[in-house]
């Protein structure tokens, strides 16, 4: 995982976890000495001052409901393998910034954590304060589909990363049955293919199906090339807890698509819902 120094302009929480230090930043400032690769769509990118992330809608959810921004959980930080986050208020001032078509940067405000955890999957969910509709409105940016699937073998993959205002492709190589990091332990991760190559500031970056809108999980790892296991190495197993890749310096991303089993009737997620089995407090 990556060291983050803060979510937002309003959130100075420290990670616990690091690969490497992502050096904070103003979420609202452009890169002076970064171009934007043309052809990667950032629409809907968002930076965070330590990490990326991106405006998601749950396919059907009405453009009148409060915009999601996705990122990782040990960006927030959560901090415990089975801490789970439910419904807590944002620091007053809260925001993230993100990216329209024209790779402008604007301001989103933040209410409240939907959902965190880091167990079996690395997510924070946070809900705006601003709707679909008023985002596109105000700023002429659409959110990204979330896929409500499992991604397919070979789908050709692009990680993009408000942090960094770059991106990195490849294909979705394999799933991991388990993925171990130190005390972390993730289900069914998405293995990239060996192109695919990501530092500190790509936690939470969107992994988008190439010439899509859609985002099929969310990067948050990378093995630095050792296969123990250890924090910033994590390591492949099957469910009896064996080593099954030994291959080094490979990047994973987490499964999301989990999550519409949590929707209520208002397409918001609730993890009281019938048949919902993320992590519960």
Request: charged content about 20%; glycine content about 6%; overall charge neutral.
């Amino acid at each position: 995982m990556f060291k983050v120094l803060a979510i937002s302009c309003a959130l100075f929480s420290v990670s616990a976890f690091a690969m490497k230090t992502a050096p904070t930043v103003n979420p609202l400032v452009r890169r002076s000495n970064f171009v934007m690769k043309r052809a990667v769509d950032f629409e809907g990118i968002v930076k965070l001052s330590g990490c990326s992330g991106s405006i998601i809608r749950f396919k059907g959810a009405p453009k009148t409901n409060k915009a999601i921004v996705m990122t990782n959980g040990h960006c927030l930080p959560v901090t415990s393998p089975k801490q789970v986050i439910v419904n807590k208020p944002t620091k007053l001032g809260a925001s993230v910034g993100f990216f329209d078509g024209k790779a402008a940067l604007h301001r989103l405000p933040l209410s409240k954590v939907i959902y965190a955890t880091m167990k079996d999957t690395d997510v924070t969910f946070y809900e705006g304060t601003l709707s679909y509709a008023e985002i596109e409105d105000q700023f002429k940016t659409e959110a990204f589909t979330l896929d409500d699937s499992i991604v397919r073998l070979g789908t050709a993959i692009t990680i993009v990363s408000g942090y960094w205002e770059t991106s990195t492709s490849c294909e979705a190589e394999a799933i991991a049955p388990v993925l171990r990091e130190d005390a972390y332990t993730w289900r069914n991760s998405i293995r990239y293919s060996s192109k695919c190559m990501t530092k500190g500031g790509f936690s939470g970056s969107p992994v988008i199906e190439v010439n899509t809108r859609t985002i099929v999980g969310i990067h948050n790892t990378g093995n630095n090339g050792k296969l123990d296991c250890s924090d910033m190495n994590p390591c492949e197993q099957d469910e009896s807890g064996t080593v099954i890749f030994d291959v080094p310096n490979r990047r994973y991303a987490q499964q999301v698509h989990q999550f519409y089993d949590c929707l209520n009737d208002k397409y918001e997620i609730d993890i009281t819902v019938d048949g919902c089995s993320v992590a519960k407090p």
